[in-house]
């Protein structure tokens, strides 16, 4: 399973867009990049997922480069409540059955201020 | 809309002592997961279910056992429980490609 590296924590500022960057170096040909958000005393819950290039949903976006050694989550414009902790999460995305293992890193922890 | 159910939310074991933590999810999903989390640390996956009649281990399995009773339960056995499975227990689930769905968590202290 690909190793993650994430910043251990971030500050900001309402009203911000907020960039968190996970490393992942050793990402094999079949992996997918998954963010999870987790508040606390609650399980972590799916934000965004993604192969190559860009994504966006309602809540974030999702960049990866052509060598996908990395990739960026961006929450545009963050309120006090999306402070939480964020994982980036590596691992196949099985098509049918479900079993993959995904590992989960320490996060980054986000830290929203007025 | 109840997702992933987790029971108990909470418990306090003696060393020694033996639990099963349950796990319901009612979105019809062929896999089920059991994952740890500790202070300060991301999750790890004690045990998985790929599908109904099927387990495997995960990253931390000792001293656990699983059980899939049908699609929609998983539960976790401490046979003799120790103060270093004092944790925070969560149960997800998915189905195909889709992200894992997760309870919201049993916390555990063992004394």
Known sequence: LAKTTQPISMDSYEGQEVNITCSHNNIATNDYITWYQQFPSQGPRFIIQGYKTKVTNEVASLFIPADRKSSTLSLPRVSLSDTAVYYCLVGERRLTGGGNKLTFGTGTQLKVEL | ?111
């Open chain 2, 1 to 111: 809309n109840a997702g992933v159910t987790q029971t108990p939310k909470f418990q306090v074991l003696k060393t020694g002592q033996s639990m099963t933590l349950q796990c319901a999810q009612d979105m019809n999903h062929n896999s089920m997961y059991w994952y740890r989390q500790d202070p300060g640390m991301g999750l790890r996956l004690i045990y998985y279910s790929a599908s109904e009649g099927t387990t495997d281990k995960g990253e931390v399995p000792n001293g656990y056992n699983v059980s899939r009773l049908n699609k929609r339960e998983f539960s976790l056995r401490l046979e003799s429980a120790a103060p270093s499975q004092t944790s925070v227990y969560f149960c997800a689930s998915r189905e195909g490609n889709q992200p894992q769905h997760f309870g919201d968590g049993t916390r555990l202290s063992i004394l």
